[in-house]
Structure formats: C-alpha cells, structure tokens
C-alpha cells in the first residue's frame, strides 16, 4: 500500500497532537504538513497559519478544528479537490450547506464521532427505535463531557437523535430544556441533556423508559486516541475516493 499523506487542520489542538503521534507510528500513513493559528515548532512537519498558503501536495486532509476555521478548509478542498475527513462539531445550517457544495468537487467524509463503537451504536439505535418507539417507551439522551468543550449538545448526542428521528419517520421533535415549561412531556419527543465537568473525555447513554422496564445503550470513551484511530482509519479509506459526502459507514461496512 503506497503511503497516504495527510495535512492535518488543527494540528496543535489536543486531537491535531493526538492524530500527529498515533501517525507517527504508523508506517501506511504520513503528516505531510500542519494547519493551526499557530507554529510554535513543536512538529516534525511544516505548520501554516493560514491555509491558503499550504502549498504541500496530500492525498487527504483530517481535520480536528473548530467551526470558525471551516469555511476556509471546505474552500481549500474545494479547490484543490482535496478529500477532507471532517471531524469539527458545532456547524451552523450554513456550514453544513456549504460542506455539501464541497462534496460536488471532493470527497467529504464527516462525522460527529469517529469512534467505532459508537457508529455500531448508531445502527442499533435504528433497530432499538422501530421497537421500543410504538410500544410508548420515552426517549432520552444523556452526554457528559469534559468542561472545556464549548458547544451543546454534542455533536454525537446529535447524532444519536437524528439516527433514532430517522427511524421513526421525523416525527418526533428534540427538547433540550424542560426548566421554561410546566407540562408534561410528549410521548412523540427526544429529550436531550448535556453535562460539563472534569476531564470526561465522553459518555453518551440513551435511555428508552416504558413502563415498568428501561433499556439503556451506553458508550464511554476513556481516551481520545478511540477518535484519533477513527479518523486515521477514515483518511486511508478517503484517500483517492471520487467526489461525494461519505460517513463512518462507509469505512466500518
């Protein structure tokens, strides 16, 4: 397999190093060049501060950013039709709308969460749903992260429910916060809640409540690396692939 080189977008974030060491590792697999706001030189490839002057030739970009440094990428890849494994959360409608027009001139894969178990969980919540949902078990989602992550609910969470949504024919609605209402909750609701605290790296438990019984899936990270190798696995699948939206999906089968 020849070596697949990668430009890592957000290189100096947690996740960028995280990325950076696990490749470092790997002989299928090469950093080629860094983007981040900064060069502190830590790296053992060259770091651009601004994207658009990245003249290093790659095969994929894995990208592990923030919303604000999207735009600039999806145009970057655009151009260059360069596939991006997308991993930033907390798009706006805009963004996400703007990550489509990419994919008509590269492959985007994107994912909320790029851990293998909880894209199998993904799946099983779909079965779970068809179900549990008629019977007239509730459902909830819980995610706990550490407290330095900024956006709410999480990505994953997110996921989670759009998967279960999916199922049930998009006829039930998100509710993200019970405190403004004294009412009690539709049955054809997906009542979701996030916690902040320490360094919870992410749990994610979904509870389907009925009566006199509850079933509840959960998923714990216990590092990043779980991301890290998710993505590393998704940048060799990406790697050469025709112009189109993909998923984790794709790469687990």
């Known amino acids: 397999m020849e070596m697949v080189k990668v430009i890592m ?86 963004q996400l709308a703007k990550v489509k027009e990419a994919s008509v001139k590269t492959a985007v894969l994107k994912s909320a969460n790029m851990s293998l178990g909880i894209n199998i969980l993904l799946k099983l919540l779909k079965e779970a749903a068809a179900a549990l949902a008629p019977a007239g078990f509730d459902i909830e989602i819980v995610e706990k992260h550490h407290n330095q992550k900024v956006d709410a609910p999480s990505g994953t969470a997110l996921a989670l429910a759009d998967s279960i949504k999916e199922e049930l024919d998009d006829a039930y609605a998100y509710v993200y916060d019970r405190s403004s209402k004294r009412e009690k909750r539709s049955q054809k609701e997906i009542g979701i809640s996030a916690v902040r605290g320490g360094t919870i790296v992410g749990d994610h438990d979904v509870i389907f409540a009925g009566t006199d019984e509850v079933v509840t899936f959960s998923h714990r990270a216990y590092s990043r690396a779980v991301f890290g190798k998710g993505a590393i696995q998704a940048a060799k699948f990406l790697a050469g692939k025709p112009a189109g939206m993909y998923d984790m999906s794709d790469v687990i089968g």
């Open 9 to 94: 977008h957000g290189c100096n974030g947690k996740m960028g190093q995280m990325i950076s060491g696990l490749i470092a590792a790997d002989e299928e697999i090469e950093i080629v060049a860094g983007i981040d706001a900064y060069d502190d030189g830590r790296n053992g490839y060259p770091v651009f501060t601004d994207i658009t002057k990245c003249d290093i030739g790659a095969d994929v970009v894995i990208d592990f950013s923030t919303a604000a440094a999207v735009d600039a990428l999806l145009a970057y890849c655009a151009d260059k039709k360069l596939p991006c494994v997308l991993c930033s959360t907390g798009l706006s409608d805009e």
